[in-house]
């Protein structure tokens, strides 16, 4: 903890060496910004102190200030927010815990459309080192707490919408070239402009690199990838395409061996060569002039994967056709609304949603004896109302709100309300609180998985065999979520803000997975059930932030969170509820600094405390003999990032950049396996920026 105590130091001692005019209430900005403005938490786009649940802005100063090169990444630095790194991508948890890798209990929004897998639920790619690229976006707002009111299902521990630059924005073109640690190799091209009456945005992105995890960098795997992405406004009118390929060669290859009782040359393998694509598309109409007493707005979405089955990692050995490109299927999601504001003091917004999920050829891993029709993909309806009002002018905002989701061939319908204020009474502080509610349907793969999972394969003439099987579970009920929450923001200085917030959730019908053991050669089982028991949530977070006159700016934050069974419940396999890797305290800080003499700096850090893991792993890790959980240390994640800008005489200089990302050398065991699976350690990177 000593160096993150050195770096929130840096980030407060400054002296206030000048004021500025006295600001409207709201989250201070870093580097001075204008202040924000968020879509996700009511779906209109309001100031961020009129948003009646806890939200932080990631803007783009500070993503390009940052020694951040992910989303994921991003947010690692967010109150409240839990990363970490399994085998295939970044676990995402906002207020959370769990061991599912996919992100699939927060819901995530590119331009207000819904983008998670209809497959997994979580993230759209898998595997996957990113998101979506950094360099294309304007800010991410992370509204933490359920959000099932205007979202349904995903919008369980959070939302994190990606709001994408524009034409205007960026009114010229920007080149970049990035090298060096885990065999680095970056090349982009974007560029845009603002027309008469709109503007158009254009991307391109190649990247070569290596998972930063012990068991794709063993086998020296590499990722080569691909991002196309345009926009373009006109009017009331804005449509999108983004469209991702990557490739990932050679496929790991885990050498088992005698250690463990194997004979020589066996291993768990994956597909020597894993691909994928994805291709969305988007169109989105807002037509809401001032002062109107009825506005309209509407998003159409649409989105397909092509690539490997999940078990082209856990079990390209049980079939050919997992070593093979599948379509996917699409997701295609219609949201219409009304905005109504012809009663004074009324913003009401009613939606109608309409959604089709087709999941083709993701049936071939799936158990379709558990009822082919139900596992090739639904239609879904819902309805929702808004309305925020004034119950004191200028002092006392309402929001209420409810959806009702449709019943689907799958799940009965859901109900979701929520009701909150938002109270002012002075320019220097503003105060909320509420109750909201979030379900989460199963997925398809949680629903019918079957395929194997641990697949042992040997070069010795012995027939590939699984260690562990998927079963499936066509009985899952939906997730739900309750929370209640009051915060506040206090403006102590027109340059310095303190914000806190308290939370307390109450968790039903949980999803987790279950282990069977069974003695060798017959293999074990796997898959999801509902935990029987219910469970509390308790927390909150702190954050300051400081943005002085002479151009340094930071923040620091933490966050705790403790967890609790409600009376006796056990799993089939007799277990009770696991709150696993979610630690108890989070504390995270950066400092960013410039320019001065064309020189940038900034430092970020990100700590957590020590956590758990399922007390399967233990079990697996000791020989069967012990399921006894150690739990894992805690440990520092330090990024930093040193610019400067060449003295040219051009309106936009070339700027050159020294990346550090980890400088601790940590490498921490961030998800538990069967055996040690590290993170990387100390990374650095060579950056350049051209504008024009």
Same mark, same amino acid.
């Given at each position: ?50 948003? /009646? ?18 989303? !994921? ?9 839990? %990363? =970490? ?58 509204? =933490? ?27 010229? $073109? ?20 603002? *027309? ?14 290596? *998972? ?170 819902? +309805?929702? %109302? ?52 979030? *379900? ?47 915060? $506040? ?30 003695? +060798? ?76 003499? $064309? ?24 020989? *069967? ?12 994640? +330090? ?28 490498? /921490? ?6 055996? !040690? ?16």
């Amino acid at each position: 903890m000593r160096p993150l105590r050195i770096v929130v130091a840096l980030v407060f001692a400054i002296p206030v060496l000048a004021q500025q005019p006295q600001q409207k209430i709201g989250e201070v900005t870093l580097f001075g910004e204008e202040q924000l403005k968020v879509e996700a938490a009511t779906k209109t786009e309001i100031p961020i102190s009129k948003a /009646p649940t806890s939200v932080t802005v990631i803007t783009a100063k500070q993503i390009h200030q940052s020694g951040a090169r992910s989303v !994921p990444d991003l947010l690692r630095f967010v109150a409240g927010v839990n %990363a =970490r790194w399994n085998p295939m991508t970044q676990t995402i948890d906002i207020r959370g815990f769990g061991e599912n890798p996919f992100s699939n209990r927060v819901l995530l929004l590119i331009d207000g459309a819904p983008y998670n897998s209809g497959d997994t639920g979580g993230f759209p790619l898998s595997p996957a080192y990113d998101v979506f690229p950094i360099e294309n976006i304007k800010r991410i707002e992370v509204v =933490r707490g359920p959000g099932s009111s205007l979202y349904g299902e995903n919008a369980y521990w959070g939302v994190i919408n990606i709001v994408t630059l524009s034409g205007e924005d960026l009114a010229g $073109g920007e080149l970049q070239l990035m090298g060096g640690s885990l065999s680095t190799g970056l090349a982009s091209a974007l560029w845009g402009q603002k *027309f008469a009456n709109g503007s158009i945005i254009g991307g391109v992105r190649y990247q070569q690199t290596q *998972f930063p995890v012990e068991i794709w960098l063993d086998d020296k795997s590499k990722l080569k990838g691909t991002d196309v992405f345009v926009k373009a406004q006109r009017g009331d009118w804005q449509v999108s395409a983004y469209r991702h390929d990557d490739r990932m060669s050679p496929g790991f290859d885990e050498e088992l061996g005698p250690a463990v009782g194997f004979p020589p040359t066996t291993a768990f393998r994956s597909s020597e060569r894993i691909v994928q694509t994805l291709s969305s598309f988007a169109l989105r109409y807002n037509h809401a002039p001032a002062n109107a007493p009825i506005t309209y707005s509407a998003d159409l979405s649409y989105s397909h994967r092509n690539g490997m089955h999940c078990a082209g990692c856990h079990a390209a050995q049980e079939s050919p056709q997992y070593q093979k490109r599948a379509d996917h299927g699409y997701q295609a999601i219609g949201d219409f609304r009304v905005g109504l504001h012809m009663i004074p003091g009324h913003d009401i917004l009613v939606g109608l949603e309409s959604r089709r999920l087709d999941r083709a050829e993701h049936i071939e891993e799936l158990d379709v004896g558990a009822g082919a029709s139900a596992v090739s993909g639904y239609d879904k309806n819902a +309805l929702y %109302a808004q309305d925020q009002f004034d119950a004191i002018k200028d002092k006392l905002r309402v929001v209420a709100g409810v959806r009702y989701d449709d019943k689907t061939k799958l799940f009965d319908s859901k109900t979701s309300p929520r009701l909150a204020f938002v109270y002012t009474p002075s320019n220097r502080l503003v105060l909320r609180g509420g109750y909201s509610t979030a *379900f989460r349907f199963p997925t398809f793969s949680e629903l019918y998985q079957a395929s194997w999972f641990l697949t042992v394969s040997s070069q010795i003439g012995i027939p590939p065999f699984p260690l562990s099987i998927f079963k499936s579970n066509a009985h899952l009920k939906p997730e739900e979520i309750a929370t209640y929450d009051v915060g $506040g923001e206090y403006q102590i200085s027109p340059n310095v803000s303190a914000k806190a917030d308290l939370y307390r959730s109450r968790v039903k019908n949980f999803i987790v997975i279950v282990q069977h053991f069974a003695p +060798l050669p017959n293999p074990s089982s796997l898959g999801w059930e509902n935990q029987p028991a219910d469970a509390n949530i308790t927390g909150g977070e702190f954050e300051l932030r400081a943005n002085f006159t002479n151009g340094v700016t930071g923040f620091v934050n933490w966050a705790h969170q403790s967890e609790s069974q409600i009376g006796d419940g056990f799993d089939s396999s007799g277990t009770p509820f696991e709150f696993v890797y979610s630690p108890k305290d989070k504390v995270n800080a950066g400092i960013y600094a410039g320019p001065f003499n $064309g020189v940038r700096t900034s430092v970020e850090a990100a700590w957590k405390g020590s956590y758990t893991y399922p007390h399967d792993w233990a079990l697996i890790r000791s020989g *069967f003999t012990d399921p006894t959980v150690h739990p894992v240390s805690g440990y520092t994640i +330090l990024d930093a990032r040193v610019s400067y800008d060449l003295p040219l005489q051009t309106k936009r200089p070339i700027r050159l950049s020294v990346i550090g990302n980890n400088l601790f050398d940590k490498r /921490p065991d961030e998800t538990i396996l069967g055996a !040690p699976n590290l993170v990387a350690g100390r990374q650095v990177y060579g950056q350049v920026e051209i504008h024009f």
